[in-house]
């Protein structure tokens, strides 16, 4: 059953976070709501800009609805990742999409407003939820001053003043992480003292926290095993995402971590198996691995086990 993520959020805030994991194909579709299934956690399933071009955008809403279809179960938000404008309103005007985020967190303050609260009129419009992005989410550097590596963080004052403003229905902040396998350098980590502070001037507003995959050491040491060439890869301290929901993040996004399992698992297939070329062998593997994967993450953001509640909470 689709929800929007403001659904989800009621439930969870303040308790556990709901895992928001990006796809753009069937084996991961397909694992997502298996392991969301058996671990009996509510999920986000995440599209992005990227994934709408590979997959066609009609390719991916037919996936996802034959997946509604097969696991009758299964309690979940579809949500544009990073959207723009124009791809936030083909989104809304789709009837599909139950949230979009709009992301215009590189214009300026005022015109990031301006932007967000456009895209807020038209989503509310139609009943949908809007996720907008404050601060400027990118690796904050050891040699980079404190006041500047600050001053890319999301300003808690400005995080405030921007919710009024656009009326959005959840914040993107800027805390330390950033995209893909290459996070953080020396000692840095996820800065609590300005996620506090936003908390404490938005009590109760459901916060974000992209660039949130973990980059196991031990992933990455088994993909270069079977060939790979990753080198200093890191992520996000994933015991620290219950710290993070006690103080309002109620939506975890995580990509880079699911495109790590692929990898892993096809390169060990195609190096331990050299005579073979039938892809469903390595996609078989992929689904069962994928779906585990979500299970731990879901163990770890604590949504695991959480699907009943919800269910009881929106009446289904
Ligand atoms: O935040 C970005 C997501 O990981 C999506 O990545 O644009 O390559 O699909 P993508
Ligand atoms: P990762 O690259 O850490 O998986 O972050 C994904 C993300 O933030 C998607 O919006
Ligand atoms: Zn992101």
Redesign the pocket.
């Known amino acids: 059953m689709i929800v929007t993520t403001a659904q989800l959020f009621k439930a969870a805030y303040g308790k556990y976070a709901i895992g928001?994991y990006?796809i753009n194909n069937l084996e991961q579709a397909i694992g997502l709501f298996n392991g969301n299934i058996e671990s009996q956690a509510p999920f986000i399933i995440?599209i992005?800009k990227g994934a709408r071009k590979y997959a066609g955008v009609r390719m991916l809403e037919g996936l996802i609805r034959a997946c509604e279809e097969s696991f009758p179960e299964a309690v979940f938000a579809v949500h544009l990742?990073?959207g723009d404008e124009k791809t936030c309103y083909d989104c809304i005007d789709s009837g599909f999409y139950s949230s979009v985020?709009i992301d215009a967190s590189h214009e300026p303050f005022e015109k990031n407003i301006e932007i967000t609260r456009r895209v807020v009129e038209r989503a509310h419009a139609k009943g949908l939820v809007v996720e907008a992005e404050l601060g400027m989410?990118g690796g904050v550097e050891e040699h980079v001053k404190v006041d500047e590596a600050n001053a890319r963080l999301t300003n808690p004052d400005q995080a405030k003043e921007f919710v009024e403003r656009t009326g959005c229905d959840s914040l993107?902040c800027a805390i330390g992480?950033?995209?893909?396998?290459f996070?953080f350098s020396g000692s840095q980590g996820l800065h609590f003292d300005v996620l506090e502070e936003i908390q404490k001037r938005l009590p109760g507003f459901p916060l974000v926290?992209?660039?949130?995959?973990s980059?196991p050491e031990e992933e990455v040491a088994r993909i270069n095993a079977a060939g790979g060439n990753i080198k200093g890869a890191k992520?996000?301290n994933e015991k620290e995402f219950a710290r993070a929901a006690l103080l309002g993040v109620t939506k975890v996004?995580?990509?880079?971590?699911?495109?790590l399992v692929w990898t892993r698992v096809h390169r060990e297939f195609f190096r331990d198996h050299p005579e073979k070329f039938d892809l469903r062998e390595p996609g078989e593997i992929f689904k069962k691995e994928y779906a585990a994967f979500i299970k731990h993450k879901n163990e770890m953001l604590g949504s695991a086990g959480k699907l009943a509640e919800v269910r009881a909470m929106i009446g289904k």
């Open positions: 928001a990006n995440q992005s990742d990073h985020m989410l993107a992480t950033s995209h893909g396998a996070k926290m992209h660039g949130s995959s980059v992520g996000v996004n995580i990509d880079t971590d699911g495109r």
